[in-house]
């Protein structure tokens, strides 16, 4: 079966860091580009980064860069996501997402894990 | 970046009813258009890729049209399983940005 599944989610203080991650099963990991998603609580998805299916390309949404890095490790079929000075509106769920391209430009999010919760406070 | 409006925000209709949710773009985007269901506390579905193409296994009901800005989420009798918030999002170019949602309930 294909599958995500998130951790690392919790609550931290302001201006601490999480690295979350993302572990893939029943497919081929390493063929796939990977996305991030969040979202706030009550709120929309927002896109935040992708990677690349070797992870030699990042794409970061404006509102996150500097403050975020994604990664991954083909060997051990997990994407990460670290997150730095964190802030209240870092506070959502956490999905990491895999792409699948059927042509150039056309790609969909087709497998979600279930997300992990983020929750930044004092 | 693209952004993308989706109209209405929420609606309320009756079981099998014909409903119509639709996304807008600020710059063309051919049609590079996905469309997303989401129920309460679960991760996102993908219901419809490249603007038209339904997703196996998504029933029937549902389809999609629209190229370049104007986009159209259509259900056609409308069910119990249907009440959730719709999404829509573009893989023109990144951010790959997303709508703002669409709740749909049942009156």
């Known amino acids: 079966e294909v599958q995500l599944e998130e951790s690392g989610g919790g609550l931290v203080q302001p201006g601490g860091s999480l690295r979350l991650s993302c572990a893939a099963s029943?497919?081929?990991?390493?063929?796939?580009?990977m996305h991030w998603v969040r979202q706030a609580p009550g709120k929309g998805l927002v896109w935040i980064s992708r990677?690349?299916?070797?992870?030699?390309?990042?794409d970061y949404a404006d509102s996150v860069k500097g403050r975020l890095s994604i990664s991954r490790d083909n060997a051990r079929n997990t994407l990460y996501l670290q997150i730095h000075s964190l802030k209240g509106e870092d506070t959502a769920v956490y999905y990491c997402?895999?792409?699948?391209?059927?042509?150039?430009?056309?790609?969909?999010?087709?497998?979600w894990g279930q997300g992990t919760t983020v929750t930044v406070s004092s | 970046d693209i952004q993308m409006t989706q109209s209405p925000s929420s609606l309320s209709a009756s079981l099998g009813d014909r409903v119509t949710i639709t996304c807008r773009t600020s710059?063309?985007?051919?049609?590079?258009l996905n469309w997303y269901q989401q129920k309460p506390g679960k991760a996102p579905k993908l219901l419809i890729s490249?603007?038209?193409s339904l997703q196996s296994g998504v029933p029937s009901r549902f389809s999609g049209s629209g190229a370049g800005t104007v986009f159209t989420l259509t259900i056609s009798g409308l069910q119990p399983d249907d009440c959730a918030t719709y999404y829509c999002?573009?893989?023109?170019?990144?951010?790959?940005?997303f709508g703002l949602g669409t709740k749909l309930q049942i009156k």
């Open positions: 997402a895999r792409a699948d391209v059927l042509r150039f430009l056309e790609w969909t999010l087709d497998v």
């Open positions: 029943g497919f081929i990991f390493s063929n796939y580009w």
């Open positions: 990677i690349s299916s070797d992870g030699s390309t990042t």
């Open positions: 710059q063309a985007i051919s049609h590079y």
């Open positions: 490249g603007a038209s």
């Open positions: 999002q573009q893989s023109y170019t990144v951010p790959c940005t």
